[in-house]
């Protein structure tokens, strides 16, 4: 028998975080100290959304979104601080007026924490909307979040379309961000589009279907909510001048 024959012991593969529940233990945490952090993005999905536990539109997690307001910034690090998250001294130095991130040694979870608002392609502005919900984001927020996306990916088109086939979405919300801004409008009734041919193609009736009516039921909605002077004055110069920004990716 050679060296090579011999088997050598295997290094058992790290675990997978749960980060759903690390996700809720953050809040609750939160909640408990007096700070409202409440997720976003495909975590918070997750928590609302059966078709994206189990259904046709599930998919995993890389890292935990959170929500919060930044004059909490103290409170934000001492909660994180007693559930073992480090903090990410560099990034949070030169980014934290925005961003906080934290990273757990033992779960590996990394966690983002965004500061009154979300700002990717356009600017959703949060702070005085974190309460509407016990966990998350209230899912018209969640879904602006994904309608936001110039470059929508097929983790973005599962996202929407699981808000859209299983929760409530309040259309005076979407359609008033929307009927304020151009550039918002613009970008989010084409994504809008693309989630319904998404959902349309899905070939799951019961779902897709729902995804597909909720998304032509809210587009109607968008069409014929008054727009404001700015709309109507950005909408002359149209697509002469670009009217979204490309952020760098996060991962959910």
Request: proline share 6%.
């Amino acid at each position: 028998m050679t060296v090579m024959d011999v088997e050598r012991p295997r290094t058992p593969p790290d675990p997978v975080p749960d980060l759903d529940a690390l996700g809720r233990a953050l809040v609750e945490a939160g909640d408990a100290a007096g700070v409202s952090l409440r997720m976003v993005g495909g975590i918070a999905v997750r928590c609302l959304c059966p078709s994206a536990v189990d259904g046709p539109l599930a998919r995993t997690c890389k890292d935990i979104d959170l929500v919060a307001r930044a004059r909490q910034r103290p409170e934000i690090d001492a909660v994180l601080a007693g559930l073992g998250y480090l903090p990410d001294e560099e990034f949070n130095l030169y980014q934290g007026g925005i961003r906080l991130n934290y990273a757990h040694p033992e779960t590996r979870a990394s966690v983002d924490v965004f500061l009154d608002r979300l700002t990717m392609c356009h600017r959703l502005e949060l702070a005085d909307r974190l309460e509407l919900r016990p966990l998350t984001l209230d899912p018209a927020d969640l879904l602006l979040s994904k309608l936001q996306i110039v470059q929508t990916n097929e983790r973005d088109l599962q996202d929407a379309t699981a808000l859209l086939s299983d929760t409530t979405v309040d259309p005076d919300r979407i359609a008033g961000v929307l009927a304020a801004d151009w550039g918002w409008w613009r970008t989010s009734t084409e994504v809008l589009d693309r989630v319904a041919a998404y959902a349309g193609e899905l070939g799951h009736r019961d779902v897709g279907g729902r995804a597909a009516a909720a998304a032509a039921q809210l587009r109607e909605a968008i069409d014929e909510r008054p727009k404001s002077r700015k709309w109507k004055l950005r909408a002359r110069v149209g697509e002469r001048v670009t009217w979204y920004e490309l952020p760098e990716e996060v991962e959910d």
